[in-house]
């Protein structure tokens, strides 16, 4: 296909439809900064951008309605699983937080970043999930190792995080937070690791359980949150290892 | 005079030169007035409508446009440079507020994938492509690829139906759920006819076309699933358990589908190769260079370094003296100092000490490697593919495509997620991707560090891949924005690698990765979000170059074309040079070998690359550019043998010498035309 010249021959055609579109369609032409080194895409309105003839306001009604109706298809144990992962995640931000001051060498203090990064993203992402679907959302309070979780109405109030696999006991934090550098390193791996198996533990649960992720987001954000930890879990095993064989 | 023909009008001008310059022209082509009957004036030289301009020197838009666009599902704000849309299309009905995927490519038509099943558009006018099909059949992703008359699209999530339907699989075991490959027959693309399904244990997220080059009746098909292993009831032989306790786990392992061409129906499953096994520890190339600084310190002051995890370390001077006291041992040496000669050999013996005392092999058997590859690039032509593979990054031979077997593999501490690889044409480098929070993260705000969701540029020396540098989208993007590294293609600019990039609400990127330490953007195209108020999926799923077009798969909006914009960073002449290659088909895990068919812009293109590059004398680079504009326009080759001689005998002193080489081959070959 030779584009140029396609492009040429169909070129005065569109310059009339330009013309007609800028009236027409003048309210919708896209808005855009204004620059002098930056070319805006007027040409973008040289062609119809139709193509199931809805109007660009009826195609956006239809999205957001498709959007909301997504919505309506999860289950109790979704809410369960992004309810019990927002505490979870929580207590991962904990125990990287302790990592500078701690003395963590410049390798667990990257992880450390990466971790409070991603997870502190994901919390975002499941709580705006349990919100978009008129659930109770989590609200995370951290207090040096303490944590808080408001906004779950009496039902949760009291729900026993440790309860949840690979959660650390209150004991193995403070044990944790008072270890300094390379048993820093070590301690923290070796937490990390299991508290990590214990989100993919959740995960495998869930993809378990009859109609539970059918909701598209839900897979989403599990599928996502294995892949990631179950990399990162080989990830901080290799360190580990590399430690003990240094030591 | 003549006027040229093609996009010429718009490369150059015709302007008075001075004197000089005519001296030097009339003197190299004297012989040409006198023989020729279309001449071009003496008095005239052939100069670009834009001037080539260094990697050196690129001056984008400042303050970055980018930045702070304003919200909107089809009116957010937008910047543009150094590229143009020519036509954007909403998703047909059905697929409006569903995911649109990944695209394929066949002819004039383009695929794309949708949550919902596929779309297909004819791009037979790029400025106003239709709808030719919308195939509801939904599974996630539905990644597409094309191969002959047969579509090939990935199912992985739980909702996926054998009979597409649209109301999902409730049910944790179901024989109505499809996790795995759909094969369509697609002889008349207006018609698609589903004519298989190859299910698998973990489903396909993506996959990748393989065609034997010595094979013309199957092609193959590799599978990467990354979501979990479906139970045995659901899908026989499908184990969860690691390898260790039950060999054929689904886990660690890709699946390799053999397609019969003529009777697709009899696809199966033929290998599951652990291509994972026995990688070694995960080497850093440099978590931090103040680390690696530190260690080279250390080695000049005579410190001894060792290899330990594929890292190097300082050896603690504990074991030194340990160490020491045996090689002193073993030479007579019992004065209690250790001689210049000690130190030599204990240098010599150290990698084969810490073998044996790390061993590694013992504890090899136990480190699986990664659990799944997220995409592999397949490249036939060399032989090669690059797998992203969880932590890892593969360097695969597949001159067996049944057969798989891994050459290399790199760990990068900066990278949390392989996501995808790209090859330099000539398979020297090869970039991969970081997709760092699964693509539905905002990775790319002013915090975000550089180096964390980006791409990693390698060259490959004997077999081997060593870090170059990183590449990430320079425009910060907003919280509502998901934004990380995604799917891309080449641009075929003869004698430079251009990539075209998607990160998702980051928009597309466009950038030049010929020197692999300084990769420079030099076009994009960016919305602002889909929703001002919180964060919505959206963004450029996937980009490719294809025949001239730029083509955008945008998840939330829909498909968007562009053609590139002149710029001093890519002239009209190496625009003009991409567009001559053609592909009769392209899927986004295959990559082809480009092969540039002899042209005056592919002259053109490299003269302008010697230019930039000052790889030739202005004065030899004017006689080119009149040389070749005459030639083409009198049909007189002499001329371009004349050029030929010239530059040959200045290759050797130009810093661009091959190139230099290059270009007086392609003058050959046009004169011979």
Known sequence: MDLSKMINHSFSVITKITVFSFLVFGSVACKSTESAHTNQSQTTQAASTETA??????????????????????????????????????????????????????????????????????????????????????????????????????????????????????????????????????????????????????????????????????????????????????????????????? | MKKPTTNLDSSIVMRKSNVLLIFLVSMIFGFYACSSSTVVEDSKTVEPAIQPKAMTEVTPPTPDPRVGLGAGLFDAEEAIWNLNLISQKRPPADFVGVTNSDLAFKDNYVFQGNYNGVIVWDVSNPRSPELVVDYLCPASQSDVSVYGNLLFISGEGFGGRIDCGTEGVEERVSEERLRGLRIFDITNVEEPEYVANVQTCRGSHTHSVLKDPNDDENVYVYISGSAPVRPEEELPGCVNALPDDDPNSALFRIEVIKVPLDNPEKSAIVNSPRIFEDLEAAPTHGLAPADLAEIEEAREAGAFVVELGGQPRVLPDRFVSQLMGNVMQQNGNETGTPTAADSAALREQLPDMIAQ?????????????????????????????????????????????????????????????????????????????????????????????????????????????????????????????????????????????????????????????????????????????????????????????????????????????????????????????????????????????????????????????????????????????????????????????????????????????????????TLRDLATM
């Open chain 1, 53 to 247: 003839g809805l109007s660009d306001a009826e195609m956006e009604e239809l999205f957001w309605a498709r959007q909301d109706s997504a919505r309506m298809n999860f289950t109790e144990d979704d809410v369960k699983f992004m309810t019990g992962m927002i505490a979870h995640h929580s207590q991962a931000l904990i125990m990287s937080g302790l990592a500078p001051e701690n003395g963590a060498s410049s390798q667990v203090q990257t992880l450390a970043a990466r971790i409070i990064n991603a997870q502190k993203d994901e919390i975002k992402l499941m709580q705006t999930w349990l919100r978009d679907r008129e659930q109770p959302v989590p609200e995370v309070h951290i207090d040096g190792l303490k944590m808080m979780i408001h906004g779950l109405g009496d039902h949760h109030m009291h729900m026993d995080h440790t309860n949840m696999v690979g959660m650390l006991s209150p004991e193995q934090l403070q044990e944790l937070s008072e270890a300094k550098g390379k048993e820093f390193d070590r301690l923290f791996l070796k937490y990390m690791i299991e508290h990590h198996k214990g989100a993919v533990h959740m995960v495998t649960e869930l993809f378990n359980t009859d109609g539970a992720t059918r909701d598209e987001a839900a897979f989403r954000v599990a599928s996502d949150i294995q892949v990631d930890q179950r990399t990162e879990i080989a990830r901080m095993q290799l360190m580990l290892d590399n430690m003990t064989a240094s030591n």
């Open chain 2, 357 to 665: 005392m790390f061993g590694g092999g013992d504890d090899e058997a136990d480190n699986r490697g990664p659990n799944q590859c997220h995409d592999i690039t397949l490249y036939p032509q060399i032989g090669l593919a690059g797998g992203a593979c969880e932590g890892y990054g593969l360097l695969l031979d597949i001159s067996d495509p049944a057969n798989p077997t891994r050459i290399d593999a790199v760990a990068d501490s900066n990278f949390s997620y392989w996501h995808s690889a790209t090859f330099s044409n000539d398979g020297s480098k090869v970039m991969f991707t970081d997709e760092w929070g699964g693509g539905g993260q905002p990775k790319c705000r002013e915090t975000d560090p550089m180096e964390w969701g980006a791409n990693a540029i390698f060259t490959i020396n004997n077999g081997k891949m060593d870090f170059e540098s990183y590449y990430k989208l320079p425009a910060p993007q907003s919280v509502y924005e998901n934004c990380v590294a995604h799917n891309g293609s080449l641009i075929p600019v003869p004698g430079r690698e251009i990539m075209v990039q998607s990160w998702y609400q980051g928009g597309i990127s466009i950038f030049d990765w010929t020197d692999p330490n300084n990769p420079v953007e030099i076009a994009y195209h960016d919305r602002g979000p889909v929703d001002g108020t919180q964060m919505a999926m959206g963004g450029s799923w996937s980009v490719y170059w294809y025949n001239g077009m730029i083509v955008n798969s945008e998840i939330a909006r829909g498909l968007d074309i562009f053609t590139l914009e002149p710029s001093p960073y890519l002239t009209q002449n190496e625009i003009d040079a991409a567009n001559t290659v053609s592909f009769d088909y392209l899927n986004a895990q295959g990559q082809p070998k480009i092969e540039w068919p002899t042209s005056y812009a592919l002259a053109k293109a490299y003269v302008d690359q010697l230019d930039r590059d000052n790889g030739l004398s202005d004065a030899d680079i004017a006689s080119l550019r009149t040389g070749i504009y005459s030639a083409e326009n009198s049909r007189n080759t002499r001329v371009l043998r004349e050029l030929a001689s010239n530059i040959e005998g200045k290759a050797g002193s130009s810093s661009q010498s091959e190139k230099v080489r290059t270009l007086a081959q």
